[in-house]
């Protein structure tokens, strides 16, 4: 009897101290949807229906991959890139530290968004700002999640 209320006693200690970890709404598989760029006093889409772009993001990195939908065989539309990094997330302070990414230019630069999910949308908005490249722009992306 007394090894059966040991046994209880320590299943109720192992159950009651397994913390679950509380779910990061913005990890998962996302799609690039629409793009807008802010720059001085125009706004104008930056959205490309030719391409296909993704974003990934788990609990301490987020990748993005951008590509031509005709697998690189028409020479004048052939397009990738792709980049990646550490993030932060803070409330709805999303930070990206790019480290790396086929432009060189761009990297070891921290890009700072305020992000909200809806349903199974992402909206990131915020400041991309390299110096030696001469951008400062603000980005408006929306991202539907993929399945």
Not at 74 to 86: I, R, V
Request: proline share 1%; glycine share 6%.
């Amino acid at each position: 009897m007394k090894k059966a209320i040991s046994i209880l006693v320590l299943i109720i200690i192992m159950t009651s101290c397994n913390s679950e970890k509380k779910q990061n709404p913005i990890e998962g598989t996302w799609r690039l949807i629409s793009a807008e760029t802010i720059e001085k006093d125009s706004t104008f889409s930056t959205f490309n229906r030719k391409t296909k772009m993704i974003k990934i993001i788990n609990d301490t990195h987020f990748a993005f991959f951008n590509h031509d939908l005709k697998n690189g065989k028409d020479s004048t539309t052939a397009l990738f890139f792709g980049g990646g990094g550490k993030y932060t997330l803070k409330d709805s302070i999303y930070t990206e530290n790019l480290e790396y990414f086929n432009n060189r230019d761009w990297e070891e630069n921290k890009f700072e968004f305020v992000v909200k999910v809806q349903n199974d949308t992402l909206i990131q908005k915020g400041i991309e700002k390299v110096e030696k490249l001469g951008i400062d722009r603000i980005i408006i992306e929306k991202y539907v999640r993929e399945k």
